[in-house]
């Protein structure tokens, strides 16, 4: 079969019981049926249900030229909400992922001892993992790194709250934490799987003006409702967080940075091992950390502690920051010391998240629950009927639908009005040479996914 | 004209090395792209590499430096070595709307001056 534009064209099923890895091919008629992503995660959870899986997977634009295009999607039961959850994954993860040669990946069953999967050149391993089981996540990064050999390599891993299965773990992007607050870390650590390494060197086809039209897009974005605006601060006042959380920010970032192929640099870089002004390299091995995490951020903050410290602690043990947060200030706790104590306790607790985590009046339906709850919880710049929608709440998870299905950042699709279902449409047709491509079918893909999650 | 580089514009989206690639051969890929995005992601350290004709156009946080043959390049990682493989950057001579990799990134870093 010729290969579809914007895939590889294959599924890998990892059977972490048995250590065997094959590989199928994804079908025309997968892809036409669910395009990708979340959707495509949710037709392989189906067909595997009986054997434990844990899906993860890329979506239709991710890795190409379509903007905010980084995205790919965990799928799988949570045991935070015990139904369906579908964890967005940005930075580098899902062109990494694609680009190593797989689009999905079918995690089966669980492992007798630690392993974890490496992904490169079309090829995958399930290897031994003892080496890094026990050590923090920032430890097993580096470690992971170097076994293969490369500092690109990016990884998806737990730490100690994912190995003692705790509902607050997360699983990693590298160092940085992830928008995963559905607790797969504990999924993970139930796997025996440490981490899933990935090296992207591989290629993907396009379609022919597809590039063009991209560039086009990402320069209306550019002078749409992002103009003059970056990182998380210029987030704080529209959401309607507490102002005074803006200077903080500020006053210890490094430096902003965007996910593969973004237009809008969320990701903050604080320091304090060294000035955040210092821009060359140093002699300081770790001098801060980097997070896209706004409302662990800004908890901490309200905590009256040195957040992006918090956040690092966070990182290492491999916890929700945001559940966490909320947690410590239930503990009362109001300096770091004691911060960090209790942030080590809890990665060994398995008390739950509880609700939201935002520090503001979220109103979603119950549907928005098998998304992520990172997300800003409503269009950040511009009001919903700029997006053409009427009610915030149904907005937002048809929105958040939209972009775990095409593979488009979850963040960036509730600030880009710019980017209609219109042009997705267009943009879908001219890749897949599908004429009769239409809203009405990604609709009802939208609508299959949200349907089949809620169970 | 050369390209030029302004690397404190850069977030790192990495999307040049993409462009570039695509302007030799119409696949997305990083491996046969002239521009090479390097990080050290602990220290939120990154720059860009530009393989020129005879030269390496080092874009770091401290600023620009060119490096000839033989010079060592210091503050980039080990998997930046290939770089010095790569086809040297042909400044999208042929590219009617000009070069991918300006037109590609978001932040105005890259131009052709
Ligand atoms: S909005 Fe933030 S999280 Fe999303 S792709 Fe851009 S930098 Fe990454
Ligand atoms: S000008 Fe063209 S050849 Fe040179 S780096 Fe940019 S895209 Fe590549
Ligand atoms: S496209 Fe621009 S911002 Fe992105 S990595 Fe390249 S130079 Fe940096």
């Not at chain 1, 694609?98 to 492992?111: Q, R």
């Not at chain 1, 957040?307 to 239930?330: D, H, N, T």
């Not at chain 1, 503001?360 to 269009?379: R, Y």
Request: aromatic share 8%; hydrophobic share 40%; glycine share 8%.
């Amino acid at each position: 079969m010729e290969t579809i534009n914007n895939y590889t064209g294959n599924i890998l099923i990892a059977d972490l019981a048995s250590g065997e890895c094959e590989t199928e091919e994804l079908s025309q008629e997968l892809v036409e049926k669910a395009l990708g992503g979340a959707a495509i995660n949710m037709e392989l959870y189906e067909q595997y249900k009986d054997r434990d899986p844990l899906i993860l997977g890329t979506g239709f634009f991710t890795a190409t030229f379509f903007p905010c295009s980084c995205l790919a999607v965990l799928t799988g039961k949570s045991p935070v909400t015990g139904a369906i959850g579908h964890v967005p994954l940005t930075w580098q993860v899902g062109v990494e992922l694609k680009l190593s040669g797989f689009d999905f990946v079918v995690l089966l069953g669980a492992a007798d001892k630690p392993v974890r999967l490496w992904l490169h050149d079309g090829l995958s391993d399930i290897n031994e993992s003892q080496d890094v089981w026990g050590k923090d996540v920032w430890e097993s990064v580096d470690k992971i790194r170097e076994a293969y050999g490369d500092d690109m390599i990016q990884t998806l891993l737990i730490g100690k709250a994912g190995e003692n299965k705790v509902p607050l773990a997360q699983v990693s992007e590298n160092y940085w934490g992830s928008k995963d607050s559905f607790g797969f870390g504990a999924v993970f650590g139930a796997k025996n799987l440490k981490a899933i390494a990935m090296r992207g060197l591989g290629a993907l086809e396009v379609a022919e003006g597809f590039f063009q039209k991209c560039i086009e897009l990402k320069n209306e974005i550019l002078n749409g409702a992002i103009k003059g605006k970056s990182g998380l601060k210029d987030f704080i006042a529209p959401l309607g967080i507490d102002t005074s959380i803006k200077a903080k920010i500020e006053s210890a970032t490094h430096r902003l940075n965007a996910c593969y192929n973004c237009p809008y640099p969320c990701y903050t870089f604080f320091k304090y091992r060294e000035a955040p002004s210092v821009m060359a390299q140093t002699g300081v091995a770790d001098p801060g950390c980097l997070t896209s995490g706004l409302a662990g951020l800004t908890r901490f903050y309200m905590l009256g502690i040195d957040a992006p410290r918090a956040m690092e602690k966070c990182f290492k043990v491999g916890l929700q920051p945001a559940a966490a947060a909320q947690i410590l200030e239930k503990k009362g706790i109001k300096d770091l010391a004691a911060a960090e104590a209790a942030l080590d306790a809890l990665a060994s607790d398995p008390v739950k998240p509880e609700g939201s985590t935002w520090p503001i009046a979220v109103n979603l339906p119950p549907a928005a629950s098998i998304f992520s709850s990172a997300i800003p919880p409503k269009p950040v710049f511009s009001p919903v009927s700029d997006f053409g929608a009427q009610d915030a709440g149904q907005f937002w998870v048809r929105r958040q639908a939209l972009a775990y299905t095409i593979g488009m950042c979850p963040i960036c699709a509730v600030l880009t009005p710019e980017v209609s279902t219109e042009k997705i449409v267009e943009l879908v047709r001219m890749s897949a040479e599908w004429d009769d491509f239409s809203v009405d079918k990604l609709n009802s893909i939208l609508d299959n996914l949200i349907a089949k999650s809620s169970g | 004209m050369d390209l030029k580089v302004e690397p404190l514009k850069c977030t790192g989206c990495r999307i040049c090395e993409f462009a570039c690639n695509f302007h030799y051969d119409e696949s997305i890929s990083p491996i046969g792209s002239s521009l090479m995005f390097y990080r050290e992601e602990k220290k939120n350290y990154y720059g860009l590499m530009l393989k020129r004709e005879k030269t390496l156009l080092l874009g770091r946080p401290e600023g620009e430096r060119i490096l000839k043959p033989g010079e060592q390049i210091e503050g980039a990682s080990a998997s930046s070595k290939p770089i010095l493989l790569r086809v040297a950057c042909d400044r999208c001579a042929e590219e009617e709307e000009g070069p991918l990799c300006v037109r590609a990134c978001p932040f105005g870093v890259l131009s052709m001056e």
